[in-house]
């Protein structure tokens, strides 16, 4: 890169994964370091290569914009109630402060559609631009501009041209992805190949401003900086209206429930409604390791707690369009995987970037992501509950979408006592996973609710004797002599993920098993009172290498915690998580239980919707006259 590396503990160039800013526009994503450089940026998708990635290797592309010489920020925020960034820096002889956001306007497409929007339009949509706004506000400030793409995830590096006669303007283009990427600014641009350049001193009042946009076509780039200070402002009006739509309790997490609310809105893909895991690839879940995954897809598994959190916090809109995007590859795809890509196609090949260094020399860098052809039976449990938990809150079920649900109980009721991968994709052998037959459970269950609700009482009534069975060989073969719920049948190991068992129903949170299984796992399956998936030593996951605790299930015992009355318990936890958020209050999908160090992609969507749960489950039982119950699934 042109500038100077930040080095820090250890002699590491690449910041703490907590330390990353994240953008959107709800159709693409970007996460900028504290230098103020852009380090990872896919377009037009983002599950798209990257066009900016120097967070896998310093020398995969970046876009920095901020004063010259100066790396560390004084300061850095969102703009309340957006995902707007505010850096403020500090520098020998002035201060700066610089806005970054991508920008959504009105919607704009109105003598054309759309080829990507699936979802009914909003009276909003990005405009695929990336703005970065620069302001003196004491003294003067030497201020740079570096923008330099690498394409394909640092393989094409291409070269930029001038757009116009004069030097507010440049253009760049890689063939092989069809991708063109136009600059424009009030400063005065220079290119150097793949570098576009521009410096300048501002004084007290000055200002500048860069825009960068992939939009094939009719660019909505500002000319002026008065019309890129109104497109901050329209952005700021979507985040904040959007925002206003939420039920938010008058609470001191309220900042948590609002920030995991704008995060989760963060990684929805607007056109589709698919939800992404996470909005990296191959962050490592264990410094310098090998468990490093490509998490930019959509995972059903999401889908239930999605539904329960938004569902919770009232903003229905997204819940429906999610719940969509489920109901498109249900339909469309006769043997459903747990996971597709953003606009819903199936193909999700994995590959090894064997040229990458990977953050901090973790390798390998993955893109694609092998989990999505594996059998996992928890995928017809967690549709079965969207669809019931929807249709609950809708009172309505689509004539189109009941064949679908049938063949889906169907798969369940046919497969539930083979072995699969299990909810964590373990890459190792097969077995017959606890949590596995109990989503299956789940999808008989409620499968047998919506028949009922339909009138259709003779397939209620065998679906719901094959759950009856299924439920009385989990009691038999899935607890250990201690009443305690293990990982798998024969196993003596614990896993995280049996804490849903009260969440979804499957016993009443007074069962004494119940009871002996969140309580063994708070007191065993943590490091420092944070909760491991499960022990790597006594589960064969396929990988090497330890991993971190896992944010999801430390926030799943929380609400655990609460069903079996140690709410005292609870509450000290969930307390102590929100004070692992990072500085801008986002989540990693781990954290090391002795440093505080995030781990894994980021931000990572699992951990913000336990998060909305959890807090709501320890505010719902302080005060159960005022808010209602998280999960009405059950």
């Known amino acids: 890169m042109a500038h100077s590396p930040v080095r820090r503990s250890g002699g590491s160039p690449f910041p703490p994964i907590a330390e990353y800013g994240f953008l959107s526009d709800c159709e693409t994503t970007c996460l900028v370091a504290p230098s103020g450089n852009v380090e990872w940026m896919c377009v037009p998708r983002p599950d798209a290569p990257s066009v900016f990635g120097s967070v896998l290797d310093r020398s995969a592309g970046g876009f920095r914009f901020g004063p010259d010489r100066t790396q560390i920020p004084a300061g850095r925020r969102y703009l309340p109630g957006t995902n707007i960034l505010e850096t403020t820096w ?152 959007w925002l206003s739509r939420g039920m938010f309790p008058d609470h001191p997490w309220r900042r948590h429930l609002q920030r995991s609310a704008l995060a989760l809105k963060g990684l929805t893909y607007a056109p589709t409604g698919a939800l992404l895991a996470a909005a990296t690839t191959s962050l490592p879940e264990t410094p310098r390791g090998e468990r490093n995954w490509d998490y930019r897809y959509s995972w059903l598994r999401d889908s239930t707690f999605a539904l329960w959190g938004l569902y919770t916090l009232g903003l ?103 072995p699969d991968r299990g909810m964590w994709e373990v890459r190792g052998a097969p077995q017959h996973f606890t949590v596995s037959k109990m989503m299956c459970w789940v999808a008989l269950d409620r499968g047998r609710r919506l028949a009922q609700m339909r009138g259709d009482a003779k397939t209620a009534v065998r679906w719901k004797a094959i759950a009856e069975e299924i439920h009385a060989e989990v009691c038999d073969s899935g607890v250990d002599h201690r009443g305690v719920f293990t990982q798998y049948y024969g196993s003596k190991a614990l896993d995280a993920s049996l804490l849903l068992i009260p969440l979804l129903g499957f016993l009443p949170a007074s069962d004494e098993r119940v009871k002996a299984t969140v309580l063994a796992i708070a007191d065993e399956l943590t490091e420092d009172g944070l909760v491991l998936r499960y022990r790597t030593g006594e589960t064969d996951d396929g990988v090497a290498g330890e991993e971190g605790a896992f944010l999801i299930c430390s926030f799943w015992l929380v609400s655990a915690l609460v069903e079996i009355g140690e709410l005292a318990r609870a509450r000290q936890l969930c307390e102590r998580l929100l004070s692992l958020a990072s500085p801008l209050d986002l989540y990693a999908e781990e954290i090391d239980p002795n440093s505080g160090r995030h781990l894994g992609n980021f931000p990572q969507a699992f951990t913000h919707l336990a998060l909305i749960n959890a807090v709501m489950y320890v505010i719902r039982a302080e005060d159960a006259e005022a808010y209602a119950r998280p999960s009405p699934s059950t």
């Open 90 to 241: 500090q520098t020998p002889n002035g201060w700066l402060i610089v806005t970054d956001c991508l920008v959504v306007g009105r919607w704009h497409r109105t003598h054309k559609r759309s080829n990507t929007h699936r979802r009914t339009p909003s009276d909003w949509d990005a405009d695929h631009v990336l703005l970065r706004l620069a302001r003196c506000e004491h003294g003067s400030v030497d201020l740079s501009l570096v923008c330099e793409p690498n394409f394909d995830y640092g393989r094409q590096a291409e070269s930029w041209e001038y757009e116009e006669d004069d030097y507010s303007s440049g253009v760049i283009s890689n063939s092989g992805s069809n991708i063109t990427l136009r600059l424009r600014t009030d400063l005065r641009l220079g290119f150097d190949g793949r570098r576009a350049l521009a410096r300048t001193s501002l004084r007290e009042g000055d200002t500048a401003f860069v825009a960068l946009t992939w939009r094939p076509e009719e660019p909505l780039l500002p000319d002026t900086y008065l019309q890129a200070c109104g497109a901050v402002d329209r952005t700021t009006e979507f985040w904040r209206q």
């Open 316 to 418: 229905d809109y997204e819940a429906n369009d999610f719940f969509s995007f489920i109901a498109d590859v249900a339909e469309h795809e006769e043997d459903i995987q747990v996971m597709y890509r953003v606009g819903g196609e199936p193909r999700i090949d994995e590959e090894i970037l064997g040229h990458l260094s990977g953050y901090e020399g973790a390798s390998p860098v993955r893109v694609g992501n092998a989990a999505a052809l594996q059998r996992q039976h928890d995928v017809w449990g967690v549709v079965l509950d969207s669809v019931y938990l929807h249709t609950k809150s809708r009172d309505y079920l689509s004539e189109r979408l009941w064949p679908v649900l049938v063949r889906l109980v169907e798969a369940a009721a046919a497969h539930w006592q083979e």
